[in-house]
């Protein structure tokens, strides 16, 4: 981007943090370094200004990428020279809460942690939770489809949103803040900016359904053999009466004996050894009884689900610890720097065979692969890892998401789950996802923004 060019954008937004590459080159990227390969970040204050810098990079043909907590996993916030970044940080504010209807209005760059406590002085939860949650912001969480450890019961991000708003790719604002529940009123047009990674337009304002919290909550590692029998115990605990079943993340033998050497917990400490480990999440009126939940339902479902071993935290400090194993995933960062990974929604019927089949492919790719599997349970979403230590050429990342991905489509599971397409599942989006889907994309792409201006090459490749 030239002087002059960016003296010009400096001009058009006189109220707004505008930094250039230089400084840009000296602050932390988040998650993926190639987030500041950008010529210039904009932090706008509000709708207004964002619709402005829209229009000024619609005008001369800069491709315009919008960040929120940059704490992505598939390079959709990834950018380079000549393009600019719409830094969401400065729409911050909570708007409202509404404790009656049990909604939300907040700006795009609010973060899901900073919604959580608000929402907490009323008893209320925006009903998702995910372990970035003191970065990852709503603006990205919607146009992410995010998910997180609650889904099983309350949906991904599609689900929470009520309404939003969005900036279009020629300025114009789309605003559908629509805050109930029913509406049948034509197409839900809302629907094309949740998961569009920012490639349709730029959401700036968003209705969040809310939802009672319980008043406490209680945790518990299990021990067992697989994950049907894993699912035997979820089974049993959606059916309570008393207690609202949270969370169940399961983790492979694999992935749980890296954190515990990381994280140097003694075999003693907690049931650490078994194939599989069940890590649940029970809420209830109070942690007496929601522990006595926990108790009394792994008793009864112990011999019928074939347990192990089982611990009901007794303290906040054991619940986090059994925490921690399933979170602390930068883990496997630190062991193998770096480790392709990736994130697959399975079946639930289908779950032990499809780990099965996926290690013993690996392993014929190559003898030393060892995959660390883990994930949620009761939405059958899976993160795998792959034990590499060192790069692994795109032929051969090419062959490792083949054996991942192989009849995903067909058996009515997803390549991604929740961690988007952006640049690194492009070419995988090509080979498995829908053709037909494919091109209706293009065709809407082409129709609202067929001048490539938001978040250019992500998703949808420019051919």
């Given at each position: ?15 707004a ?5 230089a ?24 709708t ?15 491709g ?7 704490t992505?996993?598939a390079?959709?916030a ?8 719409c830094d ?5 504010q909570?708007?409202e809460i ?45 146009s ?7 889904a099983?019961?309350?949906?991904t991000?599609r689900?929470r949103?009520?309404g ?8 114009r604002v789309?605003?559908d ?9 034509g ?10 990674e920012?490639?349709?337009g ?6 969040v359904q ?5 008043g ?14 894993a699912?035997?115990?979820v ?12 969370a169940?993340e ?16 003694s075999?003693g400490s907690?049931?650490l050894?078994?194939p599989?480990?069940?890590?649940l999440?029970?809420g ?6 929601a522990?006595?939940?926990?108790e ?19 303290s ?6 059994m925490?921690r194993?399933r ?16 994130d697959?929604?399975v079946p639930?019927?289908?779950?032990d ?6 290690e013993?492919?690996?392993?014929a ?6 995959p660390y599997?883990?994930?949620?349970l ?7 890892s ?13 062959a490792i ?18 961690h ?6 492009r070419?995988?989006?090509e ?10 994309a ?5 129709l ?15 051919e």
């Amino acid at each position: 981007m030239s002087n002059g060019l960016l003296s010009s954008l400096r001009a058009t937004l006189p109220d707004a943090s505008i930094r250039d590459n230089a400084e840009l080159a000296t602050r932390d990227p988040g998650f993926d370094a190639r987030n500041f390969g950008a010529s210039a970040l904009v932090r706008p204050r509000d709708t207004t200004s964002v619709a402005a810098l829209v229009k000024f990079c619609a005008e001369h043909g800069i491709g315009l990428v919008a960040q929120g907590g940059r704490t992505g996993l598939a390079g959709g916030a990834a950018t380079s020279a000549g393009q600019v970044i719409c830094d969401l940080g400065g729409l911050n504010q909570i708007e409202e809460i509404d404790p009656f209807a049990r909604v939300a209005i907040v700006q795009a760059g609010v973060t899901l942690g900073a919604l959580q406590g608000a929402a907490a002085v009323h008893g209320l939860d925006p009903g998702i939770d995910l372990a970035a949650r003191g970065s990852a912001t709503i603006g990205g969480m919607v146009s992410t489809n995010a998910g997180g450890i609650m889904a099983f019961r309350n949906g991904t991000m599609r689900h929470r949103v009520l309404g939003l708003e969005a900036v279009l790719p020629d300025g114009r604002v789309f605003c559908d803040l629509t805050r109930v529940l029913k509406t049948s009123a034509g197409y839900d047009l809302k629907h094309l900016f949740i998961g569009a990674e920012g490639t349709l337009g730029i959401v700036t304002r968003v209705a969040v359904q809310l939802d009672p919290v319980a008043g406490a909550s209680a945790a518990a590692l299990v021990g067992v053999p697989d994950a049907a029998s894993a699912q035997r115990v979820v089974r049993h605990f959606l059916g309570s009466t008393s207690a609202r079943l949270t969370a169940a993340e399961i983790l492979w033998r694999n992935f749980a004996s890296l954190m515990q050497r990381a994280l140097n917990y003694s075999p003693g400490s907690l049931p650490l050894d078994a194939p599989c480990l069940l890590v649940l999440g029970l809420g209830a009126d109070n942690i007496e009884a929601a522990r006595q939940v926990l108790e009394d339902g792994l008793a009864t479902v112990w011999e019928e689900a074939g347990i192990i071993d089982g611990l009901v935290a007794s303290s906040e400090a054991q619940a986090a610890a059994m925490w921690r194993l399933r979170e602390e995933t930068e883990q496997i960062e630190r062991a193998h720097p770096m480790a392709p990974s990736f994130d697959v929604s399975v079946p639930a019927g289908t779950l032990d065979a499809y780990v099965a089949r996926i290690e013993a492919g690996l392993r014929a790719l190559d003898a030393s692969y060892t995959p660390y599997v883990y994930g949620h349970l009761a939405d059958g979403n899976l993160h795998i890892s792959i034990n590499c230590d060192g790069p692994v050429s795109h032929e051969r990342h090419a062959a490792i998401e083949d054996v991942l991905y192989e009849g995903l489509r067909e058996a009515g599971g997803s390549f991604s789950a929740e961690h988007g397409v952006g640049l690194e599942k492009r070419e995988a989006y090509e080979r498995h996802a829908d053709p037909v889907k494919r091109d209706l994309a293009k065709a809407i792409k082409a129709l609202i923004d067929p001048g490539d201006v938001m978040n250019p090459g992500k998703v949808i490749s420019g051919e």
